[in-house]
């Protein structure tokens, strides 16, 4: 049956290969990096978590436009909530954790692989879908 | 078990965002405690009686099939099980974090079983319908956890 709305998928990796840099993907604390998220996520600043969040090195920046051109349209109005809906600790600093953003009736939902090291944390891995199971698959 | 078992391995439905609100009185605000058991209660006694297109109307969406197509909807699953159900279960169910949960329920009778996808969120007691998919395989919606 057709009538579902299409599905946006983007995933990051990040570091990457031997190439990349993590530093655009390190945050000082959970703190810090749960407030970049949330605050662009909410105001669906999506150019700037993916350059943040690693998609500088994978995605050229006409990709990233497209990328947020697509966001836009499927998600027409501002988050106004969130809340983490899985999180599993593998041990050693390394966290996975999923968060979903809403208004209204519209989800999306991003996922994060998390290393804190002693002083800081880095992001591993991001994504982002409209739908939520593949990212629970994850766990 | 029978070995008259069918599986109409062809059917399948997927439907995203479907909040889950005011379940029976359209008319009527919604109940206090129009809880995830309510839900289930009359999920299960339209879709037994294979009422497919009642049962996702049941549930506000973003993008609601319309009437002919909820129409089509039954008439492609009463071909592929021409008896109702007699039976249904909670086969598997996960719950996540602040109110969101994922489960699959079977429905069955001597000879077909169905099996239901569903994750929900629970805001302010109210359940919503996040995805929601059918299938006669089991191990297709078991492979969404």
């Known amino acids: 049956m057709k009538w579902f709305k299409p599905l946006l998928a983007v995933l990051i990796c990040a570091p990457g290969f031997a190439l990349a840099q993590i530093q655009d993907s390190v945050f000082k604390d959970y703190k ?23 998609g500088r090195d994978e995605l050229t920046s006409e990709q990233i436009r497209n990328i947020e051109g697509q966001f836009l349209a499927l998600y027409p109005e501002d988050f106004e909530n969130v809340v983490v809906f899985n999180r599993k600790d593998l041990g050693n600093g390394i966290t996975q954790e999923a968060r979903a953003y809403w208004i209204g009736l519209r989800y999306v939902y991003f996922y994060f692989m998390l290393h804190q090291r002693d002083d800081e944390l880095v992001v591993l891995r991001f994504s982002f879908n409209s739908l939520p199971d593949k990212m629970l698959k994850e766990f | 078990m029978s070995n008259s078992v069918l599986t109409a391995a062809t059917f399948a439905l997927a439907l995203s965002a479907l909040p889950l609100s005011a379940l029976a009185q359209e008319t009527k605000p919604p109940l206090p405690r ?55 279960a909670l086969v598997r169910s996960e719950i996540h974090k602040n109110g969101f949960r994922q489960e699959i329920i079977a429905y ?23 995805n929601f998919s059918f299938d006669a395989d089991f191990h297709k919606l078991n492979a969404l956890f």
């Open chain 1, 32 to 54: 810090t990096f749960e407030r970049f998220v949330d605050r662009e996520a909410k105001s669906r600043d999506i150019a700037t978590l993916l350059s943040i969040l690693g």
């Open chain 2, 34 to 88: 129009a809880t995830y058991n309510e839900a289930r209660e009359q999920m299960d006694s339209l879709i037994l009686q294979r009422r497919l297109g009642d049962a996702i109307a049941m549930f506000k969406a973003l993008e609601q099939p319309d009437e002919a197509e909820r129409a089509d909807l039954d008439t492609r699953l009463r071909a592929l099980y021409p008896d109702d159900f007699t039976d249904v």
């Open chain 2, 108 to 130: 069955w009778n001597e000879s077909q079983y169905l099996y239901v996808y569903l994750l929900m969120h629970t805001v302010d007691n109210q359940p919503r319908l996040l």
